[in-house]
């Protein structure tokens, strides 16, 4: 069987996609000081409308969500109205866009707002803040279950914001070892309370920003990104399978628009998955839409479709090399390789 990934995908019964091809969350620090979007950013997305849907490069819920500079926020009057002028751009071109709303827990600096670090225990990472090397990480605040109800409420309001800056959708982002994802994880999580210790605890509060987001803005306006497997500011323990399969089970049940795997190369597998890479794992346990990403091309996202090994692609790194890199696809042409030196510009 071939599947045809560049033509229409009915996403629900609200949301149709020109193609199966996702432009991935791509963070760019470039936002101006107000962590507002800049008309570089409008020309850079609309660029790339005909990607089937863009995902926006991550952008914080609240102040106390940021660890690194420059980057768009969705909580303010003047950032809704930077966004909206990136949405009706994309829209104007035909594309479609969720925005992807992030907190990144102990992630964060207070170099960049005023507040503690909130985190799910006390456990801080090593390291500083990329590119800002003098920034080391703190031993965060175990948030309180006040705190947690705060930030389910600011989940929900940079939900409400999207919309109003005319975004189709959002993407939470519970992946990539940010603060849904700490919570998820034991070497991150030792609470003693309802939110920690059992596979149900340490879902709850993700499944709470999930429900409670769905509330406001609907189900099939939002997907949901994970990794099950911890690669990437965090530690792997094998009871972590418990809590995603739990997870999992229950998002069964919610009618999300998608859930994307959050992961680098989906050629790496994982012990504490009892082996399996990150789509595989995900496609065992979850029965919707199944967004696959992580060093894939074309070529080898079109075979992992045709198996039935997920369902949509995302592109990451070789949409920044090529802001036309559904059209060269369509007309056979050869596409730019990525380098890390393309970060330095918006193009
Ligand atoms: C990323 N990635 C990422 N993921 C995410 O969920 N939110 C984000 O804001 C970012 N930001 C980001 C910036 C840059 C410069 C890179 C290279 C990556 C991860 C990205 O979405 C994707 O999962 C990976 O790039 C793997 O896909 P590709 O690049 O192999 O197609």
């Known amino acids: 069987m071939t599947t045809d990934l560049l033509a229409p995908f009915k996403l629900n019964n609200s949301i149709e996609l020109q193609n199966r091809v996702l432009m991935a969350p791509l963070t760019r620090c470039m936002a101006d000081d107000n962590l507002v979007p800049t008309q570089a950013m409008v020309e850079y997305y609309a660029r790339r409308a005909d990607a089937g849907l863009i995902i926006s490069e991550a952008t914080i819920i609240r102040p106390d969500a940021q660890g690194y500079p420059n980057v768009p926020g969705l909580f303010s009057d003047e950032q809704i109205q930077g966004w909206k002028k990136v949405t009706d751009a994309v829209h104007a071109n035909g594309g479609k866009m969720f925005a992807q709303l992030w907190h990144v827990g102990r992630v964060a600096h207070p170099h960049f707002f005023d507040g503690e670090v909130l985190a799910p225990s006390a456990i801080g990472i090593e390291g500083s ?56 994880h034991f070497a991150s999580n030792q609470r003693g309370d309802e939110y920690g210790q059992t596979p149900e605890n340490m879902s709850r509060f993700p499944l709470e920003v999930v429900d409670a987001v769905i509330a406001a803005i609907g189900a099939e306006k939002t997907g949901l990104r994970l990794s099950p497997g911890a690669y990437f500011n965090m530690d792997e323990d094998n009871r972590d399978k418990a809590v995603f399969d ?50 894939y091309d074309f070529d080898s996202a079109k075979q992992a479709i045709s198996n039935n090994k997920f369902d949509l692609i995302a592109i990451g790194r070789a949409f920044i090399a090529n802001p036309d890199y559904i059209e060269k696809l369509k007309q056979g042409q050869e596409l730019t390789a990525y380098s890390d030196e393309m970060l330095a510009e918006l193009v």
């Open 129 to 184: 803040v990329p590119r800002m090397r003098e920034l080391t990480y703190q031993t965060p605040k175990a948030a309180t279950t006040e705190d947690i109800k705060g930030l389910v409420a600011d989940y929900v309001k940079a939900a409400e914001n999207a919309i109003e800056a005319g975004f189709d959708g959002i993407e939470i982002h519970g992946a990539n070892g940010y603060l849904l994802d700490q919570f998820l």
């Open 246 to 295: 739990y997870l999992l089970s229950e998002l069964n049940t919610r009618e999300l628009a998608y859930i994307h795997g959050g992961i680098f190369d989906d050629s790496m597998r994982f012990e504490s998955l009892d082996n399996q890479t990150i789509s595989e794992y995900l496609r065992t346990n979850y029965t919707g839409t199944l967004v696959g990403v992580g060093s």
